[in-house]
């Protein structure tokens, strides 16, 4: 994709990932528009960063992230890009009991709502030059993390749904890339200063490397052999990986 004149809108913009994309892709010379659910945070965010726009946006809620879309392509017409970084990571027990209310807003924000947002913006990004939408998966939607069973099946999902979306928008001009992370150091969970994880700055430096090719999977080294895994003896190494996080525990403070 280009990297530079764009009109970009990222959900979960406020920290973390979605926020050091949103202010790498404003220095590269674009016009970005961030979402949130509170409004102190994105005012923060945008106080922080000159030019740089904000609409708040539930989304957990197809109500909320109609009106969000609407209010952005009524402000920005030449909208071209969206980005559906939103995200949770909260734990759950899969050989245990389910907490449902959890487990639903979980399917709501990493699910349903990259889907809803895609499809309250497609129709518009169809009509534009050079559109792309970027989908936030994650390494664990490759390498499943038993304690986030739930969190990693979102991802798994989402990688599915991102391979149909590029084949059906494939000759419509809309551009359909997906970036997995690897565990980086931010507070999706808690900053933990883990060497393990990878620092947030080189997280984004190499994934614009890769975002200024014509790669449909923006795709950091670390996460290859884990992207290249999947097989009739995925197990293996999903039983190692996991065995591991139990020998060596993420800090908790």
Same mark, same amino acid.
């Given at each position: 994709?280009?990297?530079? %004149?764009?009109?970009?809108?990222?959900? *979960? %913009?406020?920290? *973390?990932?979605?926020?050091?994309?949103?202010?790498?892709?404003?220095?590269? %010379?674009?016009?970005?528009?961030? #979402?949130?659910?509170?409004?102190?945070?994105? +005012?923060?965010?945008?106080?922080? $960063?000159?030019?740089? +726009?904000?609409?708040?946006?539930?989304?957990?809620?197809?109500?909320?992230?109609?009106?969000?879309?609407?209010?952005?392509?009524?402000?920005?017409?030449?909208?071209?890009?969206?980005?559906? $970084?939103?995200?949770?990571?909260?734990?759950?027990?899969?050989?245990?009991?389910?907490?449902?209310? /959890?487990?639903?807003?979980?399917?709501?924000?990493?699910?349903? =709502?990259? &889907?809803?947002?895609?499809?309250?913006?497609?129709?518009?990004?169809?009509?534009?030059?050079?559109?792309?939408?970027?989908?936030?998966?994650?390494?664990?939607?490759?390498?499943?993390?038993?304690?986030?069973?739930? @969190? #990693?099946?979102?991802?798994?999902?989402?990688?599915? @749904?991102?391979?149909?979306?590029?084949?059906?928008?494939? +000759?419509? =001009?809309?551009?359909?890339?997906?970036?997995?992370?690897?565990?980086?150091?931010?507070?999706?969970?808690?900053?933990? %200063?883990?060497?393990?994880?990878?620092?947030?700055? +080189?997280?984004?430096?190499?994934?614009?490397?890769?975002?200024?090719?014509?790669?449909?999977?923006?795709? &950091?080294?670390?996460?290859?052999?884990?992207?290249?895994?999947?097989?009739?003896?995925?197990?293996?190494? &999903?039983?190692?990986?996991?065995?591991? /996080?139990?020998?060596?525990?993420?800090? &908790?403070?």
């Amino acid at each position: 994709m280009k990297l530079t %004149g764009n009109t970009i809108f990222i959900t *979960g %913009g406020t920290s *973390g990932i979605g926020r050091a994309m949103a202010e790498k892709f404003q220095q590269l %010379g674009n016009k970005v528009i961030i #979402s949130g659910r509170r409004k102190a945070l994105l +005012d923060s965010v945008t106080a922080a $960063n000159p030019g740089m +726009d904000s609409v708040l946006l539930d989304v957990t809620q197809a109500q909320s992230i109609n009106a969000a879309a609407q209010e952005v392509l009524t402000r920005y017409p030449a909208l071209n890009v969206v980005i559906n $970084n939103a995200g949770i990571m909260p734990f759950d027990d899969a050989a245990g009991e389910l907490d449902d209310e /959890m487990a639903t807003t979980l399917l709501n924000t990493n699910l349903l =709502g990259p &889907v809803r947002v895609s499809a309250a913006f497609v129709a518009h990004l169809k009509q534009q030059p050079d559109a792309v939408i970027i989908n936030n998966s994650s390494i664990l939607a490759f390498l499943p993390l038993a304690s986030n069973a739930l @969190y #990693s099946a979102t991802k798994a999902a989402i990688h599915s @749904y991102t391979l149909s979306q590029r084949f059906l928008l494939r +000759d419509k =001009g809309v551009k359909v890339i997906e970036i997995a992370p690897p565990w980086v150091d931010t507070d999706l969970i808690y900053r933990s %200063g883990d060497p393990r994880a990878m620092p947030l700055a +080189d997280f984004i430096q190499q994934t614009f490397e890769k975002l200024g090719t014509d790669t449909p999977e923006a795709i &950091v080294d670390s996460v290859l052999p884990a992207r290249a895994n999947p097989g009739a003896q995925e197990h293996t190494l &999903v039983d190692a990986f996991n065995q591991s /996080m139990i020998d060596s525990p993420i800090p &908790v403070a």
